[in-house]
């Protein structure tokens, strides 16, 4: 996922105007409907709910020449979060929007990324093999996500990832063999486990879109 991302917004950065093309792939990427999210300021805004806890910090032209005779050619928008603050300067105002709310998208996606890789990374118990899954499994979830619980098994070192909501619960478990279980239990029902190969990109996707998975995950997400 974040390398999708990534290529959106190097092609953004290369628009002049509004893409249809580039419209297709983002509301692709994080399964949601973003209508004219390069060619209106609307559409540009409505992105604003991938990227919960960042406020709009700056916006403006820019413009070239003498006072007086000063000639728009671009624009500029910084988003922040209290503590980053990234910037999308383009030709348009949709344009600029659109770079500034997916590049803070993206920085939340890496802040979340980065904290699960952290707790790994502090235990000596974890394996390269299990820490290599993980980070190939998560790189399917669309939004950015919550630290959370780890749980390790002291004899085959397995670890478990669960997310906790109200009363409801979302497990990954990786044992270091490329694949990844998962599990949704909530308060009056348990879905079935599911199995799946790491490297089983769109199969992972499908099960982190789920509403209710993706509404656990996202609990507390990092800024």
């Known amino acids: ?18 893409s249809v093309a580039v419209e297709m792939e983002i509301m692709a990427a994080k399964k949601r409907t973003f209508r004219d999210s ?5 559409g540009a805004l409505a992105l604003a709910v991938l990227a919960p806890g960042w406020y709009i910090e700056h916006a403006g032209d820019n413009a070239r020449g003498h006072p007086g005779n000063m000639k728009v050619f671009g624009h ?18 949709p344009l600029a929007y659109c770079l500034a709310i997916l590049k803070a998208h993206l920085h939340s996606w ?6 699960i890789l952290d707790v790994l990374d502090g235990d000596d118990r974890v394996t390269d093999a299990i820490k ?17 619980e780890a749980e390790i098994d002291e004899d085959d070192h ?3 990832l669960r997310w906790i909501g109200n009363n409801e619960t979302f497990s990954l478990t990786f044992l270091g063999k490329g694949f990844v279980a998962g599990c949704l239990s909530m308060e009056n029902a348990v ?5 799946y190969a790491v490297t089983e990109g769109q199969l992972l996707k ?3 879109g789920v509403s209710d998975v993706s509404r656990i995950m996202s609990t507390m997400t990092h800024g």
Do not use: C, H
């Not at 890496?110 to 904290?115: F, G, L, Q, V």
């Open 132 to 148: 290599d899954d993980v980070r190939a499994a998560i790189s399917n979830i669309v939004m950015p996500f919550g630290l959370p």
């Open 191 to 195: 879905t079935p486990a599911w199995r």
């Open 1 to 18: 996922m974040k390398a999708i991302i990534k290529d959106i917004i190097d092609r953004i950065e290369e628009l002049e105007g509004p």
């Open 76 to 93: 500029t928008v910084e988003y922040s979060n209290g503590v980053e603050t990234v910037q999308g300067d383009a030709p348009t105002k």
């Open 38 to 42: 390069t060619s209106s300021l609307d």
């Open 110 to 115: 890496e802040a979340s990324e980065k904290a």
């Open 158 to 160: 397995s670890i478990v």
């Open 206 to 208: 499908d099960r982190f």
